[in-house]
């Protein structure tokens, strides 16, 4: 989220920084009803984040508002330790995603083999995977794979950030890159 955008929400004057974000989670605890500016803050950032590895506008509505839950449970036992509030709720986010995805995987692998005898037959001469085919392909592999490749590569995080909020080290981040590329590769391919 950008300063303009922070600006924009009402949250003050700050940068959006761990000041900031201290300072809105003090305010939130001394006042819940201030939970709207955090929720304003955060939530068009968690929605993308959740429909990418989800595809679907109801599941990521619904996901997100579990995020939020969460959040708000957990909101008096946080402590600031110099991580970003923006990888907090990614971590929760990706944690609700992940559980979500391993309920539904043996279901999406399912609709899967059954969407690629269909796009066996659409696929074009280019080899160019649609947006549909890479949101099913991604939904096939397994949630630690989803994980690092939707904050990597669609949220634009590092590969230390991504490390944090999924609580690995690097080198696992960029192993599980390198996993997750190639049975995305695989299953665009037509390979399982």
Not at 123 to 140: D, F
Not at 151 to 162: A, I, R, Y
Request: some cysteine.
């Amino acid at each position: 989220m950008t300063l303009a955008q922070a600006q924009a929400f009402e949250l003050g004057t700050q940068a959006a920084t761990g000041d900031d974000d201290r300072t809105l989670i003090e305010r939130v605890r001394r006042n819940p009803e201030d939970f709207g500016l955090l929720y304003q803050r955060f939530a068009p950032l968690l929605l993308n984040h959740v429909y990418r590895r989800t595809g679907d506008t109801h599941a990521t509505e619904d996901l997100v508002a579990d995020t939020f839950l969460i959040v708000m449970r957990s909101l008096p036992g946080y402590r600031y330790r110099g991580i970003p509030l923006r990888a907090w709720l990614l971590r929760i986010a990706t944690n609700t995603v992940n559980r979500w995805a391993r309920r539904r995987r043996r279901w999406a692998f399912a609709a899967l083999e059954a969407d690629r005898v269909a796009d066996d037959a659409s696929r074009s001469t280019h080899g160019t995977a649609t947006a549909e085919q890479l949101q099913h392909a991604l939904l096939a592999l397994p949630p630690r794979f989803q994980a690092v490749l939707s904050l990597h590569h669609m949220e634009g995080l590092c590969v230390k950030e991504t490390a944090a909020i999924v609580g690995c080290r690097e080198g696992t981040v960029r192993s599980r890159l390198a996993r997750a590329r190639s049975a995305l590769r695989s299953q665009l391919n037509g390979r399982s």
